[in-house]
């Protein structure tokens, strides 16, 4: 069974194609993702809403786009997509998944994933910050 973190892309992003490890750069990617290599999982996986699921080393363009403005067909759309992408390279029914994201990007692929972990369910922007900093100190 693989532990695998699942992070929602933000808005804050890099000027130019670079590496997703680097593209998000906002604080609470960027508190996210070390918390995520904290956890030492088998996988890390950014949830874009353009590109659905992105590994960290992918060379990608900035865009703007979110899962916030979509339609919720839009976003049931997305999410099959997103499980689509999951299934090459987890099991959904064994893995554990780590989402740290918020509702929009979590609704729709919740219900396929089994074993879910969802440390910054609930809190509020402030909330997530303050969680991760605690743990990643």
């Excluded at 973190?5 to 490890?21: D, R």
């Excluded at 750069?25 to 918390?35: E, G, M, R, T």
């Excluded at 740290?100 to 922007?125: C, D, F, R, V, W």
């Amino acid at each position: 069974m693989k532990k695998i973190v699942l992070i929602s892309c933000v808005s804050k992003k890099a000027p130019k194609p670079i590496q997703v490890e680097e593209l998000y750069q906002s604080p609470l990617f960027v508190k996210s993702l070390a918390y995520a290599k904290k956890l030492k999982p088998d996988a890390i996986y950014i949830l874009s809403a353009l590109h659905h699921l992105l590994p960290l080393d992918k060379v990608t363009a900035p865009y703007n786009l979110t899962l916030n403005t979509m339609s919720k067909k839009e976003k049931t759309e997305w999410g099959k997509k997103v499980v689509e992408q999951l299934k090459q390279v987890a099991n959904l029914e064994k893995d554990t998944f780590v989402v740290l994201a918020g509702e929009n990007y979590l609704t729709p692929i919740q219900s396929q994933l089994k074993h879910l972990e969802l440390p910054l369910k609930g809190m509020k922007i402030g909330e997530r910050l303050q969680f991760l900093t605690n743990k990643i100190t």
